[in-house]
């Protein structure tokens, strides 16, 4: 899945989410922090597979789930005792649904799947990657690439505006000294 597609995956949820509950569009730190989450299992594997060789496949140690359940599980104890739950456990559904997005082959292929055994390394050898390059995973074409650069551009833009107007009516309800 490209990195748009894994953003998407995430946020459509969370914004159906939050419009249910409390009306309103998910926080620009949250759209942020969810733009984080879901590009960071890629943003750790494929550089140390793809450019230094230290992994046999870009879909391996941050996708597998023995080793980032139970750091996701530290990460939410931890914010949570610093009353950033919430934060929290949006981060980690945004980085569970990069790896069901990877994953998702699963449901109709089950152990079948190329990638299979990635999901549970170190516990289970990991099958290497048929192509291990980004060059042999970049974009098709022009319209490959606007697609992904529009939908982070809009979702950084709506973060930093409603951050901006959220500082904005801050300072205006609060006279100064």
Known sequence: MY???HFLLAVVPLT??????????????MVLLL?????????????LAWTFALLPSGR?????????LPVLTV?????ARR???????????????????????????????????????????A?????????AHSPDGLLSLAVPLIVFGLAVSYSFVTMYRRDERI??????R
């Open 83 to 125: 009353s950033y739950g919430r934060y929290a456990v949006v981060f980690s559904a945004g980085y569970l649904s990069h790896i069901a997005g990877d994953f998702y082959p699963i449901v109709r292929l089950g152990t079948d799947y190329y990638f299979f055994p990635n999901l549970f390394w170190p516990v289970v050898a």
């Open 60 to 68: 391996m140690l941050a996708h597998s789930l023995v080793i980032s």
């Open 171 to 176: 300072s205006v309800e609060i006279p100064p």
């Open 75 to 79: 990460v939410v104890l931890l914010a």
């Open 35 to 47: 733009l984080v989450a879901t590009q960071l299992p890629d943003v750790i594997d494929k550089p």
């Open 3 to 5: 990195p748009a597609g």
């Open 16 to 29: 159906a989410y939050t419009v249910a509950r409390w009306h309103r569009l998910p926080s620009g730190p």
């Open 127 to 135: 099958n290497p990657d048929r192509t291990p390059s980004f060059a």
